[in-house]
């Protein structure tokens, strides 16, 4: 799923963008702080010392007794072999406790304490790239709904979902009354459904599907896939209708999944968003786009409602809005 070897500071400065979308300025100030002194030296001693010039941001963000806290659990993930790792925690926790509603910093968190996931993953699903890509789409789909004659999203498709970590991004402006993660990784489904998303997951309003996007069952009236209770392995077939499709990985795959839509000509005539980028050197990438215009090539639109580009850190994100 990764676009890059993406570091610890890059996660981090995901984590400031997200701040910034969510109105916490003061907080996205102290993560941005811990994100520069990483990039300068992520030993123990250049972070400490960065710890300490950095204070003054930290005391802006937080209070004393979260501080205190702070400063003891940051003086024990300096002993400990997994540095960066435990350091950066250090941090989830103490956005976790200001931001106690926020599913990101818990979600996080969770996994990180019960080692779900190697840093490197974490990295890559939470890189600044990967933020900044999801609340473009997010932000350009709030501007294309509230054209459209009935501005809500009922049923959401999320094609390649990872974590289903959008629903957090989407959450913030935008509203709907199922979503859909479609995903090929169990695992994923599984930190999506019970630790992401559990909130959600009672009568499945968010629910992850395990299946290959490609060989999914398509109806005039809509996708028909097994729900699966991953913890006990009971499953039930169900039909879904989407008005909302999301693709944010259309360079992991080829556009099957797309012209099955096209030709299927679905009763919702749903709203599909597709990103993909230019980074034709990973070999996972067996689908990427040089442009907005080799993009609309690849996936003809019969309505086109939004088309742009968005350069990020060493390459390039493109995205289409609209009708196939």
């Known amino acids: 799923m990764s676009e890059a070897n993406s570091s610890g500071s890059e996660f981090?400065?995901?984590?400031?963008?997200?701040?910034?979308?969510?109105?916490?300025?003061?907080?996205?100030?102290?993560?941005?702080?811990?994100?520069?002194?990483?990039?300068?030296?992520?030993?123990p001693l250049g972070f400490a010392k960065g710890f300490l010039n950095n204070l003054g941001s930290v005391i802006d963000a937080i209070d004393l007794k979260d501080l205190q806290d702070l400063c003891f659990n940051f003086s024990k993930a300096l002993d400990s072999v997994e540095f960066e790792r435990d350091a950066i925690s250090v941090?989830?926790?103490?956005?976790?406790?200001?931001l106690p509603g926020d599913k990101i910093f818990r979600g996080i968190n969770t996994i990180i304490k019960n080692d779900l996931e190697s840093a490197q993953v974490l990295n890559d699903a939470f890189s600044r790239s990967q933020i900044?890509?999801?609340?473009?789409?997010?932000?350009?789909?709030?501007?294309?709904?509230?054209?459209?004659?009935?501005?809500?999203?009922?049923?959401?498709?999320?094609?390649?979902?990872?974590?289903g970590q959008i629903k957090s991004i989407y959450d913030k402006i935008l509203t709907y009354r199922k979503m859909r993660v479609i995903e090929i990784?169990?695992?994923?489904?599984?930190?999506?459904?019970?630790?992401?998303?559990?909130?959600?997951?009672?009568?499945?309003?968010?629910k992850s599907i395990l299946a290959n996007i490609n060989e999914l069952t398509l109806h005039k009236n809509g996708y028909e896939w097994t729900v699966e209770n991953f913890k006990d392995g009971s499953k039930y077939d169900e039909k879904f209708l989407p008005d909302l499709i999301i693709n944010t990985s259309a360079e992991h795959m080829t556009e099957d999944w797309f012209f099955q839509i096209k030709?299927?000509?679905?009763?919702?005539?749903?709203?599909?968003?597709?990103q993909s980028n230019n980074l034709f050197d990973i070999s996972e990438h067996i689908n990427c786009v040089y442009s907005v215009d080799h993009m609309k090539k690849k996936f003809p639109m019969k309505q086109v409602l939004y088309e742009g580009e968005l350069q990020l850190k060493g390459y390039k994100r493109v995205m289409l809005i609209g009708r196939p």
């Open 132 to 163: 900044k890509s999801k609340i473009w789409l997010i932000d350009e789909l709030d501007v294309v709904r509230k054209k459209l004659p009935d501005p809500v999203f009922k049923q959401v498709a999320v094609f390649a979902g990872w974590y």
């Open 12 to 43: 981090l400065l995901g984590l400031e963008e997200y701040l910034n979308f969510t109105s916490e300025p003061q907080l996205a100030k102290l993560i941005h702080s811990v994100a520069f002194t990483l990039q300068k030296d992520n030993t």
């Open 263 to 274: 030709f299927k000509e679905m009763e919702s005539n749903p709203i599909v968003a597709i």
């Open 91 to 98: 941090y989830m926790s103490a956005l976790e406790k200001k």
């Open 185 to 206: 990784d169990k695992s994923a489904c599984e930190i999506s459904d019970y630790i992401f998303n559990l909130p959600q997951l009672e009568n499945h309003k968010v």
